[in-house]
């Protein structure tokens, strides 16, 4: 199979909705989307984890999905497919007919169709006929390995890519074959790597140094770069579009393979250097031969290191046991057909893997006996996995897995199979897969659990879907408590699939604990739209925590995982954490001392950037664009917030006593807002961006180079404008002027939308035709400026931080803030005048085409690459990445834990069955690993050795005393000198305390 539609430019398509895959597209890239967007994938087999599979790329956006599955559901299904009910059991109705309007739900731009033409997962024929037109084809339920074999030779003739995944109970495999050679456009979806130039001397080959204050360089020998703006070597580098490989020196030097730049008249200075992604050709197996020969395996936990092959061979006998049985697997708890299961992998075993080996007899006693299960958080965690398999054969984009791929979660189960009477199915529950693994003792304390869900996004809703499945909260003592503040969003939609475009502006909470119980009605679930912190202790305080089994975070910042931690610590609940960074995924399993807390170790806090270089000497776009934030900020926000506080506040003046560092800033600014440059006609509004414009980019810079020529050099010799200050330009306006690298008209769209900005803060009706914004420019009059002598710029961060400090002293004297006060119109002669404050929002795309204009046109200054505005939405917004297939992979796993807490009274477990888990699917890799235990520190109490962690404290009931008689208790009781008491951030003694003070608390 020749996969040439995975090459050059991508497919015709419709527009992507950039509202809808916003935070997609920062993983995806919007060529990867456009060919996704003209792809088909046919799914056979719609069980818990075909519908997985379908959700997961249904919301990723390709163009259709055909379902075939014509059985009829079972009680087993229900454990994880979350779209069939109990009464759909007996209807007669197909498991895809079942499930194909609420999946066409998900996304208005996909077709999702039932290949209706197949009636029998015996029909070969049918079968095959669904390959045609296809981009991949997914079979997610048992099939004869012979059909199997035929429906792989046919995508490959096809050129359609193949791929076969199961879940039995908590095991389960994945297997892929995209062809013979199979083309990726970008390997791992890591943005490239950039730096600066320092110097490239005139040698051959040329040797690159880049500024080591800006990082190392981050490429391999054999890699390809761009240069761009750079100063020096005759111009020899000025095309950007050109690519050079490069052979790495060191981690700051490389040089450029077969250039010679010996004889150039100088050296290069200054420029920017930008890794170019290669496209990589992979080559697969069929699965015929892989079942023989299956090569290197992937591998998810390095604990297990033999377990891939021995769930390889597992599976081959259960296949082979299946074929035997008009394709049913053995039932739970049917011990005669897992010992036959055993018996030929036996037999099947040419190297000898399970002679003498209990421990792998177990794995395979274990695997047959829950063969029929369908566990949701197994669906979740492989379907995940394979939801972007799915999206690389359609886009090209990132590493597939190469062959087969096992995963288990052993640690789950009892030693030994549960009894028979244990693991019976009704033939009707929910929850006769959880039974038919865990047994009835375990299923119902999953329905008796209380657990409070904090955040109710992308992770909180794949969250609720699992807990549905699974039966937590669902028995008469059990309850979910989640919380929520925000509101659903239109870009929430491609990840958080319980909303839908109705939902729009609702609390998440309440639309996600009402689409939960949809899901299964018997859940107990209250929702709040409350933050979770110290503000709200009334509200989740001692009651509320002391009721709970654990806590569950699907938060987006650390802050807040924080708070929850420390309360987690105090309560002495689990806590089961979770988090997506586009295709990569972390979940830590947090035991009460039995693992460490999630604030024991923590990541360093990100660098801010120097204000000197936010205010004069940027060189990133990074700088620019925070810059223009500060800027929107201050212009839109501030302004109008201060003007508003004038007119409101009688008292305004002695307001301003204790904001005596910026009590001039804030006059002179409410005078030039509500006087001064106070318009009232949309034709103002332009002529003030017009002057802002030539003050932001032209003024500023020249008395900038004023200050500093460009030629200046340093008391130590060296040019000033060198390194990572790059000596800037002013910037001349013209209204049809184009930037290079972003290709937007930054002049004209600062103009635009900063008019309209400015006519909103003022209650103005705007407008956007050119036509109007051209005739008003050509009238406006720009004032000439000259620069002046005794302007102070600070050239350093220490220079900068002396001249904040000198600010805040204030040059205006007292009486020159009152006349400036005194000026002001009186709130009185404008009553009812309000201005409306701007809040800037990453999604309104009038507020972003003014940040990156502003960003841009300050790059254009200082000669940095520009960027459009997708790419500055993510910089300026922090965007996170998102994608749904990594966000069900994370709740999979953490779920997977959550059986573990609850636990099973065959087994106790130890800190070594518990895992925590990275992930990242775009590699693909996946790595378990033991959580850390707890740090502990040696004291001494009453006598004897104690080994105390953070879960430890001291419980005292010792009634209402005083502070002194606590201290005089506590050396008593445990032989313990007290030096601090502390409660929250206040101080309530210390062992250098005033003694009678101590005494009257």
């Excluded at 066409?104 to 024929?125: F, I, P, Q, R």
């Excluded at 099939?143 to 995944?165: D, H, Q």
């Excluded at 030097?253 to 290669?278: H, M, N, R």
């Amino acid at each position: 199979m020749d996969t040439d539609n995975n090459t050059g430019e991508a497919p015709t398509a419709a527009e992507v909705d950039e509202k809808l895959y916003s935070r997609q597209l920062y993983v995806m890239g919007h060529e990867a989307q456009r060919r996704m967007m003209a792809s088909r994938a046919v799914l056979i087999g719609l069980s818990g984890l075909g519908v997985e599979i379908a959700k997961n790329i249904i919301l990723a956006g390709i163009s259709g999905v055909t379902l075939c599955d014509p059985q009829p559901p079972n009680s087993f299904d229900l454990g994880g497919n979350f779209y069939l009910t109990e009464g759909d059991l007996g209807s007669g109705n197909s498991r895809g007919e079942l499930c194909r309007d609420k999946l066409a739900e998900l996304n208005e731009y996909v077709k999702v169709d039932v290949a209706s033409n197949v009636t029998s997962l015996k029909d070969e024929g049918g079968l095959l006929g669904l390959v045609e037109g296809a981009s991949c084809v997914v079979v997610t339920i048992p099939l004869p390995t012979s059909l199997l074999c035929a429906i792989n030779e046919k995508c490959r003739a096809s050129n359609a890519c193949f791929i076969n995944t199961l879940t039995t109970g908590v095991f389960g495999y994945v297997f892929c074959d995209f062809g013979t050679s199979f083309v990726i456009s970008d390997k791992d979806g890591e943005n490239p790597a950039t730096s600066q130039v320092e110097n490239i001397l005139t040698s051959n080959p040329a040797l690159v140094k880049v500024l080591e204050d800006q990082g190392r360089h981050g490429l391999e020998t054999g890699d390809h770069v761009t240069f761009s703006k750079v100063k020096g070597l005759d111009g020899m580098l000025n095309d950007s579009k050109t690519t050079f490989e490069v052979r790495v020196t060191g981690p700051f030097t490389f040089e450029l393979v077969g250039v010679d730049s010996s004889q150039c008249s100088e050296p290069a200075t200054q420029g920017y250097i930008t890794q170019v992604k290669t496209p990589t050709t992979m080559s697969f197996k069929t699965y015929r031969e892989s079942l023989t020969d299956h090569g290197e395996l992937m591998m998810s936990d390095f604990a297990k290191f033999d377990r891939p092959p021995l769930l390889h061979l597992a599976y081959r006998a259960l296949a082979s046991y299946a074929e035997s049985n008009d394709m049913e697997y053995p039932t739970p708890g049917d011990m005669t057909a897992a010992q036959a299961v055993l018996d030929i992998a036996k037999s099947m075993a040419s190297d000898k893997i399970l002679d003498s080996n209990t421990a792998a007899d177990r794995i395979i006693l274990h695997l047959a006996s829950g063969s029929r299960s369908i566990l949701s958080p197994m669906c979740a965690t492989l379907g995940g996995i394979v939801g972007q398999e799915v999206l690389k054969a359609c886009s090209g984009k990132f590493t597939p897995i190469n062959g087969f791929f096992y995963f288990d979660a052993d640690e789950c189960l009892p030693d030994a199979p549960l009894p028979a009477s244990d693991v019976s199915p009704t033939g009707s529950s929910r929850y006769d897969s959880t039974i038919a693994v865990f047994g009835k003792e375990a299923q119902q304390k999953l329905l008796d659990l209380n657990y409070f869900l904090i955040g109710a996004g992308a992770i909180g809703c794949e969250m609720l879907k699992n807990w549905a499945m699974m039966g937590v909260a669902c028995g008469e003592k059990g309850k979910i408590h989640i919380t929520d503040m925000d509101r659903i969003e239109k870009s929430n939609l491609s990840r958080q699939f319980l909303f839908r475009n109705s939902d729009i502006n609702e609390f998440k909470s309440a639309c996600g604990a009402r689409a939960a119980k949809a899901m299964n009605p018997d859940m107990n679930i209250t929702p709040y739209q409350e933050k979770v912190g110290a503000d709200t202790e009334e509200l989740f305080g001692d009651d509320f925590y002391d009721k709970l089994n654990g806590v569950c975070t699907a938060l987006d910042n650390v802050e807040a995982r924080l708070y929850v931690d420390q309360r987690c610590l105090f309560y002495q609940l689990p806590m089961l954490e979770s988090g997506t960074l586009g295709t990569k995924g972390n979940t830590q399993v947090v035991i009460p001392n039995v693992t460490e807390n999630y604030g024991a170790t923590r990541d360093p806090p990100e660098k801010s950037i120097p204000v000197c270089t936010l205010k004069n000497f940027p060189n990133q776009i990074q700088h620019t664009l925070q810059w223009a934030r500060d800027y929107f900020e201050g212009e839109f926000k501030q302004s109008a917030e201060d003007v508003n506080s004038y007119l409101s506040n009688p008292d305004y003046a002695e307001s301003l006593s204790g904001q005596q560092s910026t009590k001039a800033e804030t006059v002179m600014s409410i005078r030039k807002t509500l006087v001064d440059e106070r318009p009232v006609s949309f034709e103002d509004c332009v002529v003030w961006a017009r002057l802002k414009f030539e003050k932001l980019f032209n003024n500023q810079v020249r008395q900038l180079l004023f200050n500093f020529p460009e030629d200046q050099v340093t008391s130590q010799g060296t040019k000033f404008w060198s390194g990572s200050k790059r000596c800037p330009k002013p910037l001349v306006f013209d209204l049809s002027s184009k930037c290079e690298d972003a290709n937007m008209r930054n002049h004209f769209d600062f103009i635009v939308a900063a008019a309209n900005l400015r006519a909103h803060m003022f209650g103005i009706k705007g407008r956007t035709d050119e036509e109007y914004f051209v005739e008003v420019l050509q009238s406006v009059i720009v004032p000439d400026f000259t620069p002046v002598d005794g302007v102070k710029i600070a050239s350093s961060e220490a220079e900068a931080k002396e001249e904040s400090k000198a600010q805040s002293t204030g040059d205006m004297i007292e009486s020159e803030v009152e006349a400036i006060l005194e000026g002001l119109p009186k709130p009185g002669e404008l009553a009812g005048f309000k201005l409306n404050p701007i809040e800037f929002d990453k999604d309104l795309d009038d507020h972003m085409l003014f940040v990156t204009a502003c960003s841009n046109l300050r790059a254009l200054n200082y000669a940095i690459p520009t960027e459009d505005t997708h790419r500055s939405r993510a910089i300026a917004g922090r965007i996170i990445p998102a994608i749904a297939t990594t966000t069900a992979l994370v709740t999979g796993l953490i779920c997977l834990e959550l059986y573990k807490i609850v636990g099973t009274s065959q087994k106790e477990l130890k800190l070594d069955a518990y895992k925590n888990g990275f992930v990242n699917l775009a590699i693909p890799f996946m790595t378990l690993s033991e959580p850390t235990a707890p740090k502990t520190t040696k004291a001494t109490l009453k006598g004897e050795e104690w080994n105390w962690t953070a879960w430890d404290c001291l419980a005292m009931n010792v009634g209402d005393i005083t502070l002194d008689e606590f201290i005089q208790y506590f050396e008593k009781e445990y032989n313990l000198d007290v030096s601090m008491i502390s409660h929250g951030v206040s101080i309530l003694f210390s062992f250098f305390a005033n003694k009678k003070e101590v005494g009257r608390a």
